[in-house]
């Protein structure tokens, strides 16, 4: 597929405690983002990146903060998990390579309890 | 700041039937625009793109979809469905040229009956 890789694919953590989901890619491109994915909101931005240490807010980023250290890691942490942010969460790709079309991770599920 | 429309939330057929998905937007300037299914369970799929040239644009599977600017739309269609074609359907936008945020409609769940 788009050499997307999320982990954790699955996790259950309990209100309060932080989360950090990673999304990985090995397609050198320039922008990753973070959707979370709820019924009846469609996807929504969380955070984008542009390039490494260059960040910034999506739609609904309250409660995340995102880091990009190398090209190909993008991380989205959760500093203090709280039920509302329970949802699917999906990393993005694209760059001129991909002739600039968004691609898209596998998702990850994450519960909060 | 770009939003997208889409005007139907659910959707029933019957195999065979033709499909016509509402999406409109709200932007000025120049978009990109973008159709991606999500079969149940799994990740968003591309399914066509417009950037620019002939409105009409043809995707995978055959779907298509026409792009009109007076009217700020992006409608998908397909002659034929399939049982396989059950899915949610998303509509997106990208302002042109921005540094890549796609906005996303909130989703058409298409229910195709065999």
């Known amino acids: 597929d788009a050499g997307i890789t999320q982990s954790p694919r699955h996790k259950v953590t309990e209100t309060g405690t932080p989360v950090t989901l990673r999304c990985h890619q090995t397609?050198?491109?320039?922008?990753m983002y973070w959707y979370r994915q709820d019924p009846g909101h469609g996807l929504r931005l969380i955070h984008y990146?542009?390039?490494?240490?260059?960040?910034d807010k999506g739609e609904v980023s309250d409660g995340y903060s995102v880091s990009r250290s190398k090209t190909e890691d993008f991380l989205l942490t959760l500093e203090s998990a709280t039920s509302s942010q329970t949802s699917v969460y999906f990393c993005?790709?694209?760059?001129?390579?991909?002739?600039?079309?968004?691609?898209f991770g596998e998702g990850s599920w994450l519960t909060v309890v | 700041a770009q939003s997208v429309s889409q005007h139907n939330h659910h959707v029933i057929l019957s195999e065979a039937a033709s499909l016509e998905l509402g999406c409109n937007y709200s932007?000025?300037?120049?978009?990109?625009l973008f159709w991606y299914v999500q079969y149940p369970g799994q990740h968003l799929q591309l399914l066509l793109k417009?950037?620019?040239?002939?409105?009409l644009v043809k995707g995978i599977k055959g779907f298509e979809a026409e792009f009109i600017k007076s009217k700020f739309s992006f409608n998908l269609r397909k002659p034929s469905v399939q049982w396989s074609d059950t899915a949610e359907y998303f509509c997106?936008?990208?302002?042109?040229?921005?540094?890549?945020?796609?906005?996303f409609g909130q989703g058409t769940t298409l229910q195709v009956k065999p």
């Open positions: 993005a790709i694209s760059g001129e390579r991909s002739g600039n079309t968004i691609y």
């Open positions: 397609e050198n491109h320039r922008y």
């Open positions: 990146s542009y390039g490494v240490k260059d960040t």
């Open positions: 932007y000025g300037g120049t978009v990109n």
């Open positions: 417009y950037f620019s040239g002939d409105p």
């Open positions: 997106a936008v990208r302002a042109s040229g921005n540094t890549g945020k796609l906005i």
